[in-house]
């Protein structure tokens, strides 16, 4: 019997708590990509309702986040720049940093980061520092401009040449700079990250 026979169907339940979607299978065959959409619009759908949560409280901006690792939600975050007085305390960064407490780990390797918005430049550089395999989005860079949010700025500016940027980056010569990374290359007990 050919493969795209058989009866295949899915059913997602989610607990409001974790958000940890059960999937059921009915049919001979488990097919990871049939039930993937479904998956994918429930964590999207729990970072919107962070974001949503944290407009209607006030507590901080449209942006929410989660991190997913092995189909549980293991970090949650929302923007919080204007509760912190904390610039960096975007959904993606509290995220992470949830993640991290969470599983006492500094990478997260093998986790997928789900967003209201496309991440703005430093929360995709904390993507990669933090080893995220994958990130989904739901609105886009343009639409974030479109509520005030133009982070096109900052990823113009990065890809200008230093001497051209708006914010000057200015080499100060000092005696020993690179003792510290010096340290740091001859240390035998550091933990790498």
């Not at 997602?12 to 097919?31: C, D, E, K, N, W």
């Not at 919107?48 to 507590?59: F, N, P, Q, Y």
């Not at 939600?73 to 960064?93: F, I, K, Q, S, Y």
Request: with cysteine; proline share 5%.
């Amino acid at each position: 019997m050919a493969i795209g026979s058989f009866r295949r169907e899915c059913v997602r339940s989610a607990s409001p708590i974790g958000l940890q979607p059960q999937i059921h299978y009915v049919g001979r065959t488990r097919f990871s990509n049939v039930v993937e959409d479904s998956v994918q619009e429930a964590f999207m759908a729990e970072a919107i309702r962070l974001a949503t949560e944290s407009v209607t409280s006030g507590k901080g901006g449209p942006f929410g986040a989660v991190v997913v690792k092995d189909g549980h939600v293991v970090g949650r975050g929302t923007n919080g720049v204007t509760l912190h007085n904390d610039p960096t305390a975007h959904a993606e960064v509290m995220a992470i940093r949830d993640a991290c407490r969470r599983l006492g780990e500094y990478h997260l390797t093998g986790c997928h980061l789900y967003v209201s918005c496309m991440p703005c430049p430093m929360c995709l550089s904390a993507c990669y520092w933090a080893r995220i395999e994958r990130v989904y989005y739901a609105a886009r860079a343009e639409d974030a401009a479109a509520a005030g949010f133009d982070d096109v700025v900052i990823a113009e500016e990065l890809g200008l040449p230093l001497a051209s940027r708006r914010l000057p980056l200015l080499h100060v010569n000092v005696g020993d700079a690179l003792a510290p990374l010096r340290l740091w290359r001859e240390k035998d007990d550091k933990v790498p990250y």
